[in-house]
């Protein structure tokens, strides 16, 4: 399916009721689309992130809450705040933190997690609130990435570093054209399966489509106003992992 928006509002729309569809099945889609892969590149990014002990982290579009809870594994002294406006996902994420991420638990080790509902365009937090930022799999969503990247800088505190994990564009024409035929095609077909929609999971590859390549996208962070931009590709570069450094 291709998807021509109807506006910028149209876009936030058909994403948001897109997400709340698939809700219910994501985290299970996740899994077996990547063979259990997306938790690896997720520790990946939390590494590039490399947060400090008691650092305020702020994870944008959190969904289900995958980079939450696993910000926490990795440093249960955190706090972390999720955000995203698709309460569908939130409600997930709150179910999992019962589970994951208890209140009493996190007291007990110095954490602490919130999960907020709002606009990563325009976020509800003061400017330098965050001692870092992430985002996984969800810029080729928003529906202004230099917006989001601007509104991402502006609720870091100096020195603080945003990581971006998302698919990419392969730089190898071999390889990007077998994982094209995967994610435009096994994707949407295993995706309606599982995760109960075959029309999301044909939007999904489809953001990709008109997404910045990985040299672009670093030059998009620069021109935001993030300093020492860069990248790391996974997957032969069919994953990246993006950062920026807020001066």
């Not at 995203?84 to 602490?112: I, N, Q, T, W």
């Not at 939007?203 to 620069?222: C, G, K, M, V």
Request: aromatic residues 8%; hydrophobic residues 40%.
């Amino acid at each position: 399916m291709s998807f021509t928006p109807g506006g910028a509002g149209g876009k936030a729309v058909f994403v948001r009721d897109m997400f709340a569809t698939i809700a219910p099945r994501y985290d299970v889609a996740n899994r077996v689309l990547t063979g259990g892969q997306d938790e690896r590149w997720r520790g990946r990014a939390i590494a590039v992130l490399a947060p400090k002990k008691h650092a305020e982290i702020l994870d944008c579009c959190c969904g289900t809450g995958d980079l939450v809870f696993g910000l926490l594994r990795a440093e249960p002294t955190l706090t972390v705040t999720g955000i995203d406006f698709c309460e569908p996902m939130l409600e997930r994420a709150s179910v999992r933190a019962r589970r994951e991420a208890p209140a009493d638990r996190l007291r007990r080790k110095g954490g602490a997690l919130r999960l907020v509902q709002g606009d990563v365009m325009a976020m509800p937090f003061a400017d330098g609130a965050f001692d870092g930022a992430t985002m996984g799999f969800s810029l080729r969503n928003v529906v202004d990435i230099d917006a989001t990247l601007r509104e991402i800088l502006r609720v870091l505190r100096p020195g603080a570093r945003f990581v971006n994990l998302d698919v990419s564009k392969a730089p190898n024409p071999t390889l990007k054209r077998l994982f094209d035929f995967y994610f435009y095609r096994i994707v949407p077909l295993v995706g309606g399966i599982v995760g109960g929609s075959r029309n999301a999971y044909s939007y999904l590859p489809d953001s990709l489509t008109h997404h910045p390549n990985a040299n672009e996208l670093r030059d998009r962070f620069t021109r935001a106003g993030f300093v020492d931009a860069g990248y790391q590709r996974l997957m032969g570069g069919t994953i990246a992992i993006h950062y920026g450094t807020k001066a």
